[in-house]
């Protein structure tokens, strides 16, 4: 029955996906074009300071990228921000442009950690917050918000309380800004997310709530970390939905972990990022899972990304 079901995804897949410029997956999707920044999140506003933020930005010789970055979260006007730079002991300019980043909601500091994982829990740490509906977030320092993002995520909680943590569409960029894709999301779907690593982490938000129940990031990971809490999140029954507007930029470009991973399947090698995920594939669906499940699963969220940017195309948003 699965095999059937799987020459049918494929059928599907070759028909849908294979000539379609719009694929989950697949980075460097058309020639370098402008970012259009008017295609953020939209929604009614909320009330000037009624949702509290903390953003951490791990950063590690980043500069060419982290003025970007940060502020992209500066400028998204938001009074309750609160935002923390864990940067690794840089040797290159970073230092330098977070010193000339004077910002109320700012706070930094500059020394050698123990990877990512550990930068992102540094940063949370020293902007610490009580109040369990606070929303939180991580982008990384190559990565930027879209404008309006933060405003669209406050409305979306308040409106939706039983909602504890939501991811949305991503754009990708190059080395300079310029745009190269656009991954559309399906819907969420939990039984996918236990086979496939597709959100993307830029546009993901949570409530303190979830992030204090599950214990924040496993420091096991350096790679698949966010795909982790994702799961630990579902596990522990939080909702988690996706939202149809697009929240953040994805930067691909030579100097960052997912670049190195996919040369790296290309070129038939398994590196730190793919023992991560077989260790997490393992752990939720056991040591002898069937590994058709991957291909149903793969080709089902590519499938409907690609149904669903057709709509969007169509000017129909769900």
Same mark, same amino acid.
């Given at each position: 029955?699965?095999?059937?079901? #799987?020459?049918?995804?494929? *059928?599907?897949?070759?028909?849908?996906?294979?000539?379609?410029?719009?694929?989950?997956?697949?980075? *460097?999707?058309?020639?370098?074009?402008?970012?259009?920044?008017?295609?953020?999140?939209?929604?009614?506003?909320?009330?000037?300071? !009624?949702?509290?933020?903390?953003?951490?930005?791990?950063?590690?010789?980043?500069?060419?990228?982290?003025?970007?970055?940060?502020?992209?979260?500066?400028?998204?006007?938001?009074?309750?921000?609160?935002?923390?730079?864990?940067?690794?002991?840089?040797?290159?300019? =970073?230092?330098?442009?977070?010193?000339?980043?004077? !910002?109320?909601?700012?706070?930094?500091?500059?020394?050698?950690?123990?990877?990512?994982?550990?930068?992102?829990?540094?940063?949370?740490?020293?902007?610490? @917050?009580?109040?369990?509906?606070?929303?939180?977030?991580?982008?990384?320092?190559?990565?930027?918000?879209?404008?309006?993002?933060?405003?669209?995520?406050? !409305?979306?909680?308040? &409106?939706?309380?039983?909602?504890?943590?939501?991811?949305?569409?991503? #754009?990708?960029?190059? &080395?300079?800004?310029?745009?190269?894709?656009?991954?559309?999301?399906?819907?969420?779907?939990?039984? *996918?997310? %236990?086979?496939?690593?597709?959100?993307?982490? @830029?546009?993901?938000?949570?409530?303190?709530?979830?992030?204090?129940?599950?214990?924040?990031?496993?420091?096991?990971?350096?790679?698949?970390?966010?795909?982790?809490?994702?799961?630990?999140?579902?596990? *522990?029954?939080?909702?988690?939905?996706?939202?149809?507007?697009?929240?953040?930029?994805?930067?691909?470009?030579?100097?960052?972990?997912?670049?190195?991973?996919?040369?790296?399947?290309?070129?038939?090698?398994?590196?730190?990022? @793919?023992? @991560?995920?077989?260790?997490?594939? !393992?752990?939720?669906?056991?040591?002898?899972?069937?590994?058709?499940?991957?291909? %149903?699963?793969?080709?089902?969220?590519?499938?409907?990304? =690609?149904?669903?940017?057709?709509?969007?195309?169509?000017?129909?948003?769900?």
């Amino acid at each position: 029955m699965l095999d059937r079901l #799987i020459g049918v995804e494929e *059928a599907l897949w070759k028909w849908l996906v294979s000539g379609y410029w719009m694929q989950i997956q697949t980075f *460097a999707q058309y020639a370098p074009t402008g970012l259009d920044p008017s295609i953020g999140g939209k929604g009614p506003l909320c009330a000037a300071g !009624s949702t509290k933020f903390l953003g951490v930005t791990p950063s590690l010789n980043q500069g060419p990228y982290l003025h970007s970055a940060v502020r992209s979260v500066l400028e998204q006007g938001m009074p309750s921000l609160r935002y923390f730079v864990a940067d690794g002991g840089s040797n290159d300019d =970073s230092v330098a442009i977070l010193q000339n980043l004077s !910002s109320p909601e700012l706070a930094w500091d500059s020394f050698p950690d123990d990877g990512q994982a550990g930068a992102i829990a540094r940063g949370f740490q020293r902007i610490s @917050e009580s109040d369990a509906d606070t929303v939180m977030f991580w982008l990384n320092a190559d990565d930027m918000l879209l404008p309006g993002a933060l405003a669209f995520v406050a !409305s979306f909680f308040r &409106h939706h309380p039983a909602v504890d943590v939501l991811y949305g569409h991503r #754009i990708i960029i190059d &080395h300079d800004g310029w745009e190269i894709g656009r991954w559309i999301l399906p819907r969420h779907h939990p039984e *996918a997310l %236990h086979w496939v690593d597709y959100i993307p982490q @830029e546009t993901l938000f949570w409530r303190k709530r979830a992030w204090d129940r599950v214990g924040g990031l496993s420091q096991r990971f350096q790679f698949a970390m966010d795909w982790d809490l994702l799961l630990r999140f579902q596990q *522990a029954g939080f909702r988690i939905v996706r939202v149809p507007y697009f929240l953040a930029s994805f930067r691909y470009h030579p100097g960052q972990k997912t670049f190195f991973h996919m040369k790296s399947r290309e070129g038939g090698t398994r590196d730190r990022g @793919e023992i @991560e995920i077989e260790r997490i594939r !393992s752990r939720e669906n056991g040591c002898a899972y069937d590994a058709r499940y991957i291909t %149903h699963y793969g080709l089902k969220t590519k499938i409907f990304g =690609s149904l669903y940017s057709r709509l969007l195309e169509l000017g129909i948003r769900i």
